[in-house]
């Protein structure tokens, strides 16, 4: 268990509306991601995090932000909800050695 | 580029019969190479990684995978399938020269256990 945890697990919000996703981690990782899972697609990384307040874009980041004021939340903001943005979404963090990644447990958004 | 192939979106077995899934990598740099198992409405556990200490690696759950260079292969086996085998697995690879380098997913490959 690498100690992450997701907030809220489900949420069902309107087109236009803003959504923060958080990702709480015990462990203090210095490297931070999100994810977005969808049908056919696997995981694809939105946006990483390397350290306090030092972030970076992934493969399918337009209409998300991200921000990490502390090295235990790493936050995943939609601005403007969109459908298209109806996903589950993982946070991980990556362990010291090998690369590897551990995940949370993931947020079921659905954007009406 | 780093990139990963699993054949085969979905893939059934009976219960008790051989489990194969395939994963092709494409890495112009020494791979770290990973298995992932995602059990419904769950995150993804780590199955297995292969870090260049031995080929053949044992994970989790009688899992095993072998890293084959010449053929660019990772593929995932278990000698015995069982109803809980049941999920969905990734296979990934990241750069093994860099200890800060991001993963690459595969799509996934669900598995089907028929009783």
């Known amino acids: 268990d690498a100690g992450i945890t997701q907030s809220p697990r489900h949420k069902v919000t309107e087109t236009g509306t803003p959504v923060t996703l958080r990702c709480h981690q015990t462990?203090?990782?210095?490297?931070m991601y999100w994810y977005r899972q969808d049908p056919g697609h696997g995981l694809r990384l939105i946006h990483y995090s390397y350290g306090v307040k030092d972030t970076d874009k992934g493969e399918v980041s337009d209409g998300y932000s991200v921000s990490r004021s502390k090295t235990e939340d790493f936050l995943l903001t939609l601005e403007s909800a969109t459908s298209s943005q109806t996903s589950v979404y993982f946070c991980?963090?990556?362990?010291?050695?090998?690369?590897?990644?551990?995940f949370g447990p993931g947020t079921r958004l659905t954007v009406l | 580029a780093q990139s990963v192939t699993q054949l085969g979106s979905h893939v059934s077995v009976s219960e008790g019969a051989l489990v194969l899934l395939r994963c092709n990598y494409s890495?112009?740099?020494?791979?770290?190479l990973f298995w992932y198992v995602q059990y419904p409405n769950q995150g993804l556990q780590l199955l297995l990684k292969y870090t260049s200490a031995a080929t053949l690696v044992k994970g989790i759950n009688g899992f095993e995978a072998e890293f084959k260079k010449s053929e660019t292969s990772f593929h995932l086996t278990k000698p015995s399938a069982h109803m809980s085998d049941a999920a969905e697995y990734f296979c990934a690879v990241s750069d093994r020269r860099n200890r800060d380098d991001k993963i690459i997913f595969g799509k996934g490959t669900r598995l089907h256990i028929l009783p």
């Open positions: 991980a963090i990556k362990a010291d050695s090998y690369n590897e990644q551990f």
């Open positions: 462990e203090n990782h210095r490297y």
């Open positions: 890495s112009s740099v020494p791979p770290y």
